[in-house]
Nanobody
């Protein structure tokens, strides 16, 4: 399994950015996918999760209404709008074999994911 994240960069507060994660080596329809982020000196935290089997999704409270997760064929996306300086972090995509209620129950737990991509840095600053 390979996950390749991209799309990070420098953006001003209030701006938008779309992250992509290209996935290969698995049957994408039977997995759940997550976006995580890690700011310097902080633990990695879950941002959003989506289940390919039933399209269920979940978001961390800090990004609800601003971020949107989606998947199209072999690419996972994270559309980020109204970005804030506190969104600055390295963002990671991850995958795990699907199971019932995964996103709502386990989707933000780092330990639940079996495959990870390399990070892409997002910096929100004026």
């Amino acid at each position: 399994v390979q996950l390749q994240a991209s799309g990070g960069g420098l953006v001003q507060p209030g701006g938008s950015l779309r992250l992509s994660c290209t996935i290969s080596g698995i049957n994408l329809d039977y997995f759940a996918y997550g976006w995580f982020r890690q700011a310097p000196g902080k633990e990695r935290e879950g941002v959003s999760c989506i289940s390919s089997h039933d399209a269920a999704s979940s978001y961390a409270d800090s990004v609800k209404g601003r971020f949107a997760i989606s998947r199209d064929k072999n690419t996972l996306y994270l559309q980020m709008t109204s970005l804030k300086p506190e969104d600055t972090a390295t963002y990671y995509c991850a995958s795990v074999p699907w199971r019932h209620y995964f996103c709502s129950r386990y989707g933000f737990r780092v330990s639940e994911y079996s495959n990870w991509g390399q990070g892409t840095l997002v910096t929100v600053s004026s």
